[in-house]
């Protein structure tokens, strides 16, 4: 227990000790006491008061304290009263001769708007103004719930300049940034990205922008959901220091020419659909890596490809930021969490598993050692069912051709989906009688190769592109492409090989060679 004040309190001090309670006395600035004081002003300052001091803590000694605090007193007092007592003594305000130092998380934090001791170093502003936390927290209370959104510390800025210093002056204090690039619209999975990096580094930026370089013509640019106030409310509670909030044109004004690139990776899967998507990203991130000049930057998984993108270009251009990952967040039926699911229709949204399915399908069918891209397609297809493709659409996310997660006996062998996310083996023929009958099953003529890439977004696009649909669904919305689905896990390192997805129509020929056989 800590008792304030000094003779006056030691027969206190006496019983409470007496009964087996330790006790540490407190002279000086007492706190609980400080209108009567005068205020936060220093004590002991003339001789009187000095005495008055160095008698109440060796009153508290005598009485069984195992140690005094000395609050805003000079500090040749406190180094006199340390000298005279057998305890120790720990200073507040009360300079370098006390046995001990502490300080107020309150002070140092800012948590208290009200008085500010000169002696304290503040490292943060918790609270802006005097007063507004508590009425905060009345409103709360009146809702039914007392936890409040402390979105009053989260700085908002708008301009490249205004990043630009706030960066430095953090920079400047030795704080670790960390940049968490989003579009908005945020879920669960934008909110495991942020808690990762308030975990390694001391100030973490969102950025919320959608970025218009990385939409095609026909693409979703209009209809992307925005929200930045419920957006700011969401990060209220996760220790965010700023929001990064640009409008277009000030991240890419009128005559913007230059453009970033990482050749090979971005023309493969996604990128084949989408020819400028990645460029877009690309340029985007690296505008952001200048402007907020973080030290992390995180993404999620489930835009691997796009990961795998961001990490090549930083370690290309040289940039000083380290890029760290998180594993998709996955709502409960496990779908991944996309700001775009809400594209899906109710019919929709249970075929939109069908090509997570096919993919651990196929991972746990190569780990024992298959290598054959025309049985991992065999496979895969009998993990699921194909589903008739809507009769209408106007959600971006929606494809023709999604298979229903079904078991493997009741599955077409024939519509060979979801096994573009395993590598292809170099160009294979099926020249052996041995597998004629898996080949020639693999050209049945309800079979439709899947043709093109993963990831457009328009139903014509999709149409062509094949297989995009499936994965557009598996979008979980953690970075700013919101476009590279779960079938990039064949990429690793340095991007996929030939894609799986030509592997229908490859084992249709082998079929057919091997009938002729």
Request: glycine residues 12%.
């Amino acid at each position: 227990m800590k008792l304030e004040g000094g003779a006056e309190v030691a027969a206190t001090v006496a019983s409470i000790v007496a009964m087996g309670v330790p006790v540490l006395g407190h002279v000086g600035l007492t706190p609980q006491s400080v209108h009567a004081m005068g205020g936060y002003r220093v004590q002991g300052r003339d001789e009187g008061g000095a005495q008055a001091i160095l008698d109440g803590a060796r009153a508290l000694e005598e009485a069984g304290a195992f140690g005094v605090v000395l609050e805003g007193v000079p500090r040749p007092l406190a180094g006199r009263v340390t000298a005279a007592l057998g305890i120790p003594t720990i200073g507040i305000g009360a300079g370098p001769a006390c046995d001990g130092q502490v300080l107020l998380t309150h002070d140092l934090l800012g948590l208290y708007g009200g008085h500010r001791p000169k002696f304290v170093k503040r490292y943060a502003a918790c609270v802006r103004r005097r007063g507004a936390p508590s009425g905060n927290i009345a409103t709360r209370c009146g809702e039914g719930s007392f936890l409040m959104k402390n979105t009053a510390t989260i700085k908002v800025l708008k301009g490249i300049g205004e990043m630009h210093r706030f960066s430095l002056e953090a920079r400047k204090r030795g704080a670790r940034i960390a940049l968490v690039p989003t579009m908005g619209a945020l879920h669960a999975g934008h909110l495991a990205l942020v808690k990762a990096a308030r975990r390694k580094a001391d100030t973490v930026v969102v950025s919320i922008f959608v970025n218009p370089t990385q939409f095609g013509p026909r693409e979703d640019l209009s209809a992307y959901p925005r929200d930045l106030a419920g957006d700011i409310a969401k990060l209220g509670d996760l220790g965010v220091a700023a929001v990064f909030a640009p409008e277009a044109a000030e991240m890419f004004p009128p005559g913007h020419r230059t453009h970033v690139e990482v050749e090979d990776l971005s023309g493969r899967l996604c990128g084949r659909a989408r020819p400028t998507h990645f460029r877009g990203v690309a340029t985007v991130v690296a505008k952001l890596f200048a402007v907020v000049q973080p030290h992390h930057a995180w993404f999620g998984q489930k835009d691997y490809q796009q990961l795998l993108i961001v990490r090549k270009m930083a370690r290309d251009l040289n940039l000083d930021v380290e890029v760290f990952d998180v594993p998709t967040v996955r709502d409960a039926d496990g779908l991944a969490l996309s700001s775009r699911n809400a594209y899906l229709t109710p019919e929709q949204r249970p075929a939109a598993l069908s090509l997570q399915q096919a993919l651990h399908v196929a991972r746990r069918i190569i780990a024992k050692g298959e290598r054959s891209a025309a049985k991992i397609l065999s496979t895969c297809a009998r993990s699921s069912a194909p589903r008739p493709a809507p009769t209408s659409s106007t959600s971006p996310s929606a494809t023709r051709d999604a298979p229903r997660p079904r078991s493997g006996r009741d599955a077409h062998p024939g519509r060979a989906r979801g096994a573009r996310g395993a590598r292809a083996p170099h160009r294979q023929r099926a020249h052996r009688p041995a597998r004629a009958g898996a080949a020639a099953r693999a050209q049945k003529p309800a079979a439709k190769p899947a043709a093109g890439a993963p990831g457009c977004r328009d139903a014509e696009a999709g149409r062509k592109a094949g297989v995009c649909g499936e994965a557009r669904r598996e979008d979980a919305g953690e970075a700013p492409g919101e476009d590279c689905r779960e079938g990039a896990v064949e990429a690793r390192g340095e991007g996929p090989g030939k894609t799986a997805a030509k592997a229908p129509a490859k084992a249709g020929a082998a079929g057919n060679k091997a009938a002729r056989r």
